[in-house]
């Protein structure tokens, strides 16, 4: 029955799928915008007599036995008090601050977890909300305490974070911003930069870095950073053409295949093979293939699932030879399948494959 909401956020936590998104409803049960698929059925992450969070998810992960879920809300449960971050550990929701601090004031649209601790991206300009800390769209929780990332007086970014990922110890954002440690030793790096040893850097060569716009997802596939969003070039300032899509092998940018024609919502690697969604309707612009919203890259060429969705896809999650696709769609594979639909990966192409039709209109994210 799928869900009555657009989904924004797939992760896998106890063995089982979890979703977030905007709904009430998913699968003809009641859940608060976050809920978990147990291969049969939908069910609630319920506790104290309330379930999910009172407001849209926009970001999960998992880490440290918990599944953390981002997004702008205010509450999780039915009681406990959330700024826009709280921790599901399988029976019972929490916070996620110290003393009596906890969460970010503004929207989470971005997490990620690693050795080092997790990481949050989004509009909030201030961590641990009731003992503030300024932190400037970007913050760093190590399971006992906040801190923002920055040097010299400055920390974070002068707008939002839409995207992070990491690899080993560098911390990569994706989003609208044009500086990086903003209110001290300002760092210019175009809507994508570098956490690293203590300092913020920006990803470009000769006098380029960057897009030359938004940038909505990140992914590190084959050794190399990839970014997807709005932007048609990418190291803005001596640019290169990468249309939607680009990745960064360590010292430039490239494109990734001639790019796809609207622009790359998620982005997601599994299976040796990149995984893209977003609103674009065809992929390899210069022998264009007709995708349907989600594609993917083998390292030279791309391809589709199968004939694709009638409508973006805003999440993308590759499992154990399936891939889960969720968003704002109605049919998946010409199926009725509202907003989440199971792609088998090992599924031909179909025969149309090939063939290219016009693409879908851009609306905002």
């Given at each position: 029955?799928?869900s009555?909401?657009?989904?924004?956020?797939?992760?896998?936590?106890q063995?089982?799928?979890?979703?977030?998104g905007?709904?009430?409803?998913?699968?003809g049960?009641?859940a608060?915008?976050?809920?978990?698929w147990?291969?049969?059925?939908?069910?609630?992450?319920?506790?104290?007599?309330?379930?999910?969070?009172?407001?849209?998810?926009?970001?999960?992960?998992?880490?440290?036995d918990?599944?953390?879920v981002?997004?702008?809300?205010?509450?999780?449960?039915?009681?406990?008090?959330?700024?826009?971050?709280?921790?599901?550990?399988?029976?019972?929701?929490?916070?996620?601050?110290?003393?009596?601090?906890q969460?970010?004031?503004?929207?989470?649209?971005?997490?990620?977890?690693?050795?080092?601790?997790?990481?949050?991206?989004?509009?909030?300009?201030?961590?641990?909300?009731?003992?503030?800390?300024?932190?400037?769209?970007?913050?760093?929780?190590?399971?006992?305490?906040?801190?923002a990332?920055?040097?010299?007086?400055?920390?974070?970014?002068?707008?939002?974070v839409?995207?992070?990922?990491l690899?080993?110890?560098?911390?990569?954002?994706?989003?609208?911003?044009?500086?990086?440690n903003?209110?001290?030793?300002?760092?210019?790096?175009?809507?994508?930069?570098?956490?690293?040893?203590?300092?913020?850097?920006?990803?470009?060569?000769?006098?380029g870095?960057?897009?030359?716009?938004?940038?909505?997802?990140?992914?590190?596939?084959?050794?190399?950073?990839?970014?997807?969003?709005?932007?048609?070039?990418?190291?803005?300032g001596?640019?290169?053409?990468?249309?939607?899509?680009?990745r960064?092998?360590g010292?430039?940018?490239?494109?990734?295949?001639?790019g796809?024609?609207?622009?790359?919502?998620a982005l997601?690697?599994?299976?040796?093979?990149?995984?893209?969604?977003?609103?674009?309707?065809?992929?390899?612009?210069?022998?264009?293939?007709?995708?349907?919203?989600v594609?993917?890259?083998?390292?030279?060429?791309?391809?589709?699932?199968?004939?694709?969705?009638?409508?973006?896809?805003?999440?993308?999650?590759?499992?154990?030879?399936?891939?889960?696709?969720?968003?704002?769609?109605?049919?998946?594979?010409?199926?009725?399948?509202?907003?989440?639909?199971?792609?088998?990966?090992?599924?031909?192409?179909?025969?149309?494959?090939?063939?290219?039709?016009?693409?879908?209109?851009?609306?905002?994210?």
């Amino acid at each position: 029955m799928g869900s009555a909401g657009n989904i924004h956020a797939l992760v896998m936590y106890q063995g089982m799928l979890h979703a977030g998104g905007d709904f009430r409803v998913i699968g003809g049960v009641a859940a608060n915008n976050v809920a978990r698929w147990d291969g049969s059925a939908w069910q609630p992450l319920e506790s104290a007599g309330g379930n999910g969070v009172d407001g849209p998810v926009h970001a999960l992960v998992v880490w440290d036995d918990r599944l953390f879920v981002g997004g702008r809300f205010d509450r999780a449960g039915s009681r406990i008090r959330a700024d826009n971050l709280a921790a599901w550990d399988g029976q019972a929701w929490g916070t996620v601050g110290r003393g009596a601090g906890q969460g970010l004031n503004d929207s989470v649209y971005a997490l990620v977890a690693g050795e080092s601790g997790l990481y949050a991206g989004g509009l909030f300009t201030l961590a641990n909300v009731g003992e503030s800390l300024p932190a400037g769209r970007v913050a760093h929780w190590d399971g006992q305490s906040w801190q923002a990332l920055g040097s010299d007086e400055g920390n974070g970014m002068d707008t939002a974070v839409y995207a992070l990922a990491l690899a080993g110890d560098s911390l990569y954002a994706g989003g609208t911003f044009r500086q990086v440690n903003h209110g001290g030793a300002v760092v210019r790096a175009n809507r994508v930069a570098r956490w690293h040893e203590g300092r913020w850097s920006a990803l470009g060569s000769g006098s380029g870095n960057g897009m030359d716009s938004a940038v909505y997802a990140l992914a590190l596939h084959d050794g190399e950073l990839y970014a997807g969003g709005m932007f048609w070039q990418a190291n803005a300032g001596d640019p290169v053409t990468a249309r939607y899509i680009a990745r960064w092998d360590g010292s430039r940018w490239q494109s990734v295949g001639s790019g796809v024609d609207n622009p790359v919502l998620a982005l997601a690697a599994g299976s040796g093979e990149l995984f893209a969604a977003g609103f674009f309707g065809r992929a390899n612009m210069a022998s264009v293939i007709r995708v349907n919203h989600v594609a993917r890259w083998n390292g030279r060429t791309w391809s589709g699932l199968g004939s694709g969705t009638d409508r973006p896809v805003r999440a993308v999650l590759p499992d154990r030879g399936a891939v889960y696709v969720a968003g704002s769609f109605s049919l998946a594979g010409g199926r009725p399948s509202e907003r989440i639909a199971r792609f088998d990966a090992g599924e031909p192409a179909p025969a149309d494959q090939s063939s290219a039709s016009s693409s879908p209109a851009v609306s905002a994210r």
